[in-house]
């Protein structure tokens, strides 16, 4: 009961979240394109079906409901995969110590693996803070929010370009060739977050470079050294 007039459990949800609802969009100047509403995870069944009465009741669009652990964690994963530093992803192989397939900055996904399976290895090549989502509860809160799913795949074809870019640097292209487009890759990337595309960080060692390009650590070293010779870096 509520100012003497009795509410069941899912009309007084159903008020509180219409009432939340409309004055977010009033402060925000809009509608929200989508809505999530968080539960405890214990919640049964019961309780479920009460909630999602209530939203149908508040008559809401474009909701999705998710236990308070899932959201925190899809919260954490869409604000930053890697947090800080850089991360090697590496395979090793029975001919040489490593094949390093790429690197992972601030706000990139690791991928190691699919179907349970593990293939790959991470390493982080200077100091880093990572936040970790399990797979399984990705994969369901993606099918829930068409927007989160876009992100992922998104990642994913970024992912597939850069190793389709890799396999032509290191099958066709000279010692040269490949660390001016190792350089360019940086300088976009830079470009692409805001940066100065002619000024930024490499945070792996020459090795890594190496072990990334398919060159020895004498071929690297001479590499770089050519392009600061005719003022190129």
Request: proline fraction near 5%; hydrophobic fraction near 45%.
């Amino acid at each position: 009961i509520v100012a003497g007039t009795p509410y069941s459990a899912d009309a007084l949800i159903a008020k509180l979240l219409r009432w939340v609802v409309d004055r977010v969009a009033e402060a925000e100047g809009g509608p929200a394109a989508g809505i999530a509403v968080t539960h405890p995870a214990n919640w049964g069944t019961y309780k479920l079906d009460l909630l999602r009465q209530a939203i149908r009741i508040a008559d809401l669009d474009n909701v999705a409901t998710l236990s308070e652990p899932e959201a925190a964690a899809i919260h954490y994963a869409s604000q930053s995969r890697v947090e800080t530093g850089a991360v090697a992803l590496y395979k090793v192989l029975a001919d040489c110590p490593r094949q390093i397939v790429g690197f992972a900055y601030p706000r990139d996904l690791i991928w190691l693996g699919a179907q349970g399976e593990h293939p790959m290895n991470a390493q982080a090549i200077k100091p880093t803070r990572l936040r970790c989502l399990g797979v399984a509860t990705l994969h369901r809160l993606a099918a829930q929010d068409p927007a989160l799913g876009f992100k992922l795949y998104e990642a994913v074809a970024r992912e597939l370009a850069a190793t389709r870019d890799l396999m032509l640097t290191t099958g066709q292209r000279s010692a040269t060739e490949r660390v001016v487009s190792f350089l360019l890759a940086f300088s976009r990337r830079a470009e692409r977050n805001g940066q100065d595309p002619s000024d930024f960080e490499l945070p792996m060692t020459r090795t890594d470079i190496g072990d990334f390009l398919g060159l020895t650590i004498e071929t690297v070293s001479r590499t770089f050294t050519k392009l600061k010779t005719h003022g190129l870096i």
